[in-house]
T-cell receptor, first 116, second 112 residues
């Protein structure tokens, strides 16, 4: 079984400050890992994904994440927060034991607030 | 390239009625997934369709069902609606069951 834990349901940063959103996963097979962002009253937008290539993954809007197998982590970072980054962020793990990505298991989400 | 589309945007039903939600995948994608995002429960996997067949379902009762059409669009049906079915229903599509899932804007279902 796969699971995802996002530490901190709410993170607040100042504009221009570092953004760090934490994600730890559990998977019995090499995982595919994803970060999605959800703006109010919208669907999910893919930020970035890890699928067993480079461990440092760069995504859209200046976000990046590093896969650390030893720590079972996939934390999301951005060097300088922008007001437009305010949204809810979801970490997800895919790839079941058969290799298929059919089912994504999501964390409970982290709401990012950016203060001026 | 057009993204995943869903209709309607909002749907209001009363308890006991049936709801039908629709999803059109990205062109070239054969897999469609349905997720429920209910308040306090997070995002939960509902159903996966690929090439017209139901491939897997999550831990939901049989009154949640659906189908995939020859053009790969999909329909989610929820029968005998209950108050706790109120949620945002998200559809996603991918090239097949191994590829990245791209999400639509969702259908907000409210059961009164």
């Amino acid at each position: 079984a796969q699971s995802v834990t996002q530490l901190g349901s709410h993170v607040s940063v100042s504009e221009g400050a570092l953004v760090l959103l934490r994600c730890n996963y559990s998977s019995s097979v090499p995982p595919y890992l994803f970060w999605y962002v959800q703006y109010p009253n919208q669907g999910l937008q893919l930020l970035l994904k890890y699928t067993s290539a480079a461990t440092l993954v760069k995504g859209i809007n200046g976000f990046e994440a590093e896969f650390k197998k030893s720590e079972t982590s996939f934390h999301l970072t951005k060097p300088s927060a922008h007001m437009s980054d305010a949204a809810e962020y979801f970490c997800a793990v895919g790839r079941n034991s058969g290799g298929s990505n059919y089912k994504l298991t999501f964390g409970k989400g982290t709401l990012l607030t950016v203060n001026p | 390239e057009a993204g995943v589309t869903q209709s309607p945007t909002h749907l209001i039903k009363t308890r006991g009625q049936q709801a039908t939600l629709r999803c059109s995948p990205i062109s070239g994608h054969t897999s469609v997934y349905w997720y429920q995002q209910a308040l306090g429960l997070g995002l939960q996997f509902l159903l996966w369709y690929d090439e017209g067949e139901e491939r897997n379902r999550g831990n939901f009762p049989p009154r949640f069902s659906g189908r995939q059409f020859p053009n790969y669009s999909s329909e989610l049906n929820v029968n005998a609606l209950e108050l706790e079915d109120s949620a945002l229903y998200l559809c996603a599509s991918s090239h097949d069951g191994t590829d990245t899932q791209y999400f639509g804007p969702g259908t907000r279902l409210t059961v009164l």
